[in-house]
T-cell receptor, first 110, second 113 residues
Framework: KNEVEQSPQNLTAQEGEFITINCSYS?????LHWLQQHPGGGIVSLFM???GKKKHGRLIATINIQEKHSSLHITASHPRDSAVYIC????????????FGSGTQLTVLP | DSGVTQTPKHLITATGQRVTLRCSPR?????VYWYQQSLDQGLQFLIQ???????AKGNILERFSAQQFPDLHSELNLSSLELGDSALYFC????????????FGPGTRLTVL
């Protein structure tokens, strides 16, 4: 079983819809990252969380440490949000760096 | 633009060859990370350097090595290349040793024929 599981694997939405991408992990962590990978391959860091909730524009990320779960929400989705969204965790007490989920491919249709 | 640069953008080479990928971190960032993204394995952490010293190792093959120079740029050396080494190689940088936002470079796409 992977340490980091994302759902759904693929998501198609209409422009304007509210989108939720989920990330579950099975280990204790010190931080969780949400990344966005554009079709050209470039990766952008969206959020780093260790507790609570963060908001940046139309993006909101939440984490529940007890339930080992994080969600990424996109409000008023737009075709330019189409990308792969990747959840990554740093295992607590480990010298290893980030362990990645397999990503969620989001397509927002106009 | 993250401020992290990687060269070259694309690299095509043959099996058995050796290549060097280069990364320049954001100004002031001391940590450099190398990641590999292949179709079958997804993103994997390879190695981290902090201020010139190796600090963490992930799934890096013995055929691969890296170093960080006094000017903080880093190089990833891949030798005895195999078809399965074809992947996107990303470098990222951050300001601190541990939990901190990482800024990713544009990646180097390596194709081994």
């Amino acid at each position: 079983k992977n340490e980091v599981e994302q759902s759904p694997q693929n998501l198609t939405a209409q422009e304007g819809e509210f989108i939720t991408i989920n990330c579950s992990y099975s280990v204790g962590i010190s931080a969780l990252h949400w990344l966005q990978q554009h079709p050209g391959g470039g990766i952008v860091s969206l959020f780093m969380l260790s507790s609570g909730k963060k908001k940046h524009g139309r993006l909101i990320a939440t984490i529940n440490i007890q339930e080992k779960h994080s969600s990424l929400h996109i409000t008023a989705s737009h075709p330019r949000d189409s990308a792969v969204y990747i959840c990554a965790v740093r295992v607590a007490g480990s010298a290893r760096q980030l362990t990645f989920g397999s990503g969620t491919q989001l397509t927002v249709l106009p | 633009d993250s401020g992290v640069t990687q060269t070259p953008k694309h690299l095509i080479t043959a099996t058995g060859q050796r290549v060097t990928l280069r990364c320049s971190p954001r100004s002031g960032d001391l940590s450099v990370y190398w990641y590999q993204q292949s179709l079958d394995q997804g993103l994997q952490f390879l190695i981290q350097y902090y201020n010139g010293e190796e600090r963490a190792k992930g799934n890096i093959l013995e055929r691969f090595s890296a170093q960080q120079f006094p000017d903080l740029h880093s190089e990833l050396n891949l030798s005895s290349l195999e078809l399965g080494d074809s992947a996107l190689y990303f470098c990222a940088s951050s300001s601190s040793l541990w939990d901190n936002e990482q800024f990713f470079g544009p990646g180097t796409r390596l194709t081994v024929l």
